[in-house]
């Protein structure tokens, strides 16, 4: 396997690209207006080293260029409570494994790799959603259903 680093400016298109693999995996679709904008956030936010948003990436070592895997994160502060005084918590999204290189163990050590961010910023509350695909790899580093139930609500705007 290759080793993991931090992604770049330069790695927003192949970024944007497994995050379009994992969105059809999950719910297929030929919109691809979402990825110019995305694209333009992500070489922002990678640019600043001491940000709150962090990708990890296994290169494809048959392909340079080219992106094996990735685990994107990214750390919010709201509000403290007794199970979270200072209120940072991090959210996993954006993981993904190009289907070629899948069952080698790369988004494993991108997602260690990302715990390993958290825990050097004090993150101590990491959530993410999982899919049923993926569940077996996310108990493994040791994350566990909520109790909360979670609600979601969609506004209208240009957006939505």
Known sequence: MSPVRR??????EE?????????????????????????????????????????TVVDDPTAPGRLAACATGKIEHRLGSPDNPDGAIGYVFNVCTDPTRRRRGHSRAC?????????????RKVDLTASPEAESLYTS???HH?????MRLLLPGDGA
């Open 15 to 55: 970024l944007i690209r497994l995050r379009k693999i994992m969105l059809d995996s999950l719910r297929p679709s030929d919109d691809i207006g979402w990825q110019a904008g995305t694209a333009r956030h992500l070489r922002t936010e990678l640019a600043r080293p001491d940000g709150d948003l962090m990708a």
């Open 111 to 123: 997602m260690r790799a990302l715990l390993d961010w958290y825990a050097e910023r004090g993150i």
């Open 7 to 12: 992604a770049t400016p330069e790695d927003a």
């Open 146 to 150: 909520m109790r909360e139930p979670a």
């Open 141 to 143: 580093l040791g994350f």
